[in-house]
Every structure is written in structure tokens, then in C-alpha cells.
């Protein structure tokens, strides 16, 4: 397992940008696959987007694709996701998971989460 440490979260307008970090620990976070999840107020856990290990190939869902982009600097241990053209229902409390294996779109196969940050986005 490795530590999920994020930041980078605040208040944006819509139509603004935000990026969010999510550094590990550990000396073999280059075999991880790294995704990120958000929860909204009264709604379910959603998957947002993975990325997974080398080759680095990312895969979001369909709410956030074209907007959201996942990268990854295994140098500094750290998975980002950039987000453009944020909307209001882009409010949500984002979390980053990893696991030391495939990347996959379910939240029950990762083990390490980070502590989680709120994304506000006021119109």
C-alpha cells in the first residue's frame, strides 16, 4: 500500500480551471494504478477518471471527458487532474485511490485513498 497525500482543491466559477494533486509515498508508485472519484452532496460515489501504469494511457467517464485530464510524474510521485470548464455540478468532494496493479473504473478494487478534497464551483 502507499500514502495518498491531495491538494489543490478550492472555489472556482464556472467556466474556470482547477488542479488537483495527489502525491504518494513509497518507491514503486510507478506500478500503480492511480483514479480519481468524487462524492456530491445526497448522491452516490462517482468515478471521474484512472490512469494507469506504464505506459501511462488515461480513461475518463463520460461526464468529464473532453474537460478533465489525468496525468502522471512518477518522478515526484504524484498523479494530477486537471480540470477546464468546470460546471456547478462538478461540486463534489474528490478523492484519489491507487492500487498496485491494472487500472480499473470500480472503487471497491482500490486500497489507499487520500484524505479527499472539496471542489466548490459557484454560477
Known amino acids: 500500500q502507499v500514502q495518498l497525500v491531495q491538494s489543490g482543491g478550492g472555489l472556482v466559477q464556472a467556466g474556470g480551471s482547477l488542479r488537483l494533486s495527489c502525491a504518494a509515498s513509497g518507491r514503486t508508485f510507478s506500478t500503480y494504478a492511480v483514479a480519481w472519484f468524487r462524492h456530491a452532496p445526497g448522491k452516490e460515489r462517482e468515478f471521474v477518471g484512472t490512469i494507469s501504469r506504464n505506459p501511462a494511457i488515461a480513461y475518463y467517464s463520460n461526464s468529464v471527458k473532453g474537460r478533465f485530464t489525468i496525468s502522471r510524474d512518477n518522478a515526484k510521485n504524484t498523479v494530477y487532474l486537471q480540470m477546464n470548464s468546470l460546471k456547478p455540478e462538478d461540486t463534489a468532494v474528490y478523492y484519489c485511490?491507487?492500487?498496485?496493479?491494472?487500472?480499473?473504473?470500480?472503487?471497491?478494487?482500490?486500497?489507499?485513498w487520500g484524505q479527499g478534497t472539496q471542489v466548490t464551483v459557484s454560477s
Open positions: 485511490a491507487a492500487r498496485a496493479g491494472v487500472a480499473t473504473t470500480f472503487y471497491s478494487d482500490f486500497g489507499s
